[in-house]
């Protein structure tokens, strides 16, 4: 399933990242951003749980600010997981 969600205080404006039925990510597609590091971390997260995902881009940070499109990635992720419990709960 794809998500799109809007990434805050980085240069990027919006991923979508395409998770199978155990949350390993497909695809990460980017609208913004350094295009060639965003390409590289898209390559690099192919194949990996979302999970994993969160526990190896959590808490990067770029320059002087306090995130990255990395921690973003993981932040959005950490988002769609929760929904994703949360609409188990409510099934």
Known sequence: MKYTFTPEGVCSQQMTVELDG????????????????????????KGMSAEEAIAR?????????DTSCPDQLAVGLEEILQKQQAEKKDA
């Open 22 to 45: 155990q949350n390993t990510i497909q695809e990460l597609s980017t609208v913004g951003g350094c295009s060639g590091n965003l390409q590289g971390i898209a390559r690099l997260v």
């Open 57 to 65: 881009l959590r808490g990067i940070h770029c320059g002087m600010k």
